[in-house]
Antibody
Framework: QVQLQESGPGLVKPSETLSLTCTVS????????WIWIRQPPGKALEWIGQ???????IYNPFLKSRVTISVDRPNKQLSLKLNSLTAADTAVYYC?????????????WGQGTLVTVSS | DIVMTQSPDSLAVSLGERATINCKSS????????????LCWYQQKPGQPPKLLIS???ARESGVPERFSGSGSGTDFTLTISSLQAEDVAVYYC?????????FGQGTKVEIK
């Protein structure tokens, strides 16, 4: 059974770059699409982007200029970088996995990590 | 992008009664070549990540109680909880996975009356 664990700083300053890592354990890394999603406190889910295990990416067009998602296949990790942070980027950040296939729902989520953007 | 709009934003239902949540997409999420609706429903309890309940608009995931059902096609979808239980208190989200830019509804909070 796959498990996903996000890690990274809980507090980041405005204008800086957020870097998060998601470590995948217990299942294959290959053949899946891996997702980053965020949720501001008390608000709805927002899809940030996805990456195929080969490295091809699709980003939320509203965040595309600030986001980079990458994979480290040997270590079964995916990473998220989000630059030029503002308070509006304060959220719980989740990594997740789609079911097998290109257009499928998400069937597995990490527990999420809260990132606060504040000076 | 496909905008997903849920209604209502919140509802309070008595235990054992029916709860109905609607989700409307700004564009059809029905793929004509396979006649499948690329729409799913998640349940999110406080402090937890979302949990997938229903895929393809009406396919219940393994282990999801039968009281949860999904229906609809094209642009209009419904999640129904036939007999609300205390453990169903949560926020429910619809999501389309038709477009490469996935989008969620704003969520519907279900509470006990």
């Amino acid at each position: 059974q796959v498990q996903l664990q996000e890690s990274g700083p809980g507090l980041v300053k405005p204008s800086e770059t957020l870097s998060l890592t998601c470590t995948v354990s217990g299942d294959s890394f290959s053949s899946y699409y891996w997702i980053w999603i965020r949720q501001p406190p008390g608000k709805a889910l927002e899809w940030i982007g996805q990456i195929y295990y080969t490295g091809s990416t699709i980003y939320n067009p509203f965040l595309k200029s600030r986001v980079t998602i990458s994979v480290d296949r040997p270590n079964k990790q995916l990473s998220l970088k989000l630059n030029s942070l503002t308070a509006a980027d304060t959220a719980v950040y989740y990594c997740a996995r789609q079911k097998l296939g290109e257009n499928t729902p998400i069937d597995c989520w990490g527990q999420g990590t809260l990132v606060t953007v504040s000076s | 992008d496909i905008v997903m709009t849920q209604s209502p934003d919140s509802l309070a239902v008595s235990l054992g009664e029916r709860a109905t949540i609607n989700c409307k997409s700004s564009l059809s999420v029905l793929y004509s070549s396979n006649n499948r609706n690329y729409l799913c429903w998640y349940q999110q309890k406080p402090g937890q990540p979302p949990k997938l309940l229903i895929s393809w608009a009406s396919a219940r995931e393994s282990g999801v109680p039968e009281r949860f059902s999904g229906s609809g096609s094209g642009t209009d979808f419904t999640l129904t909880i036939s007999s609300l239980q205390a453990e169903d208190v949560a926020v429910y989200y619809c999501q389309q996975y038709y477009d490469s830019f996935r989008t969620f509804g704003q969520g519907t909070k279900v509470e006990i009356k």
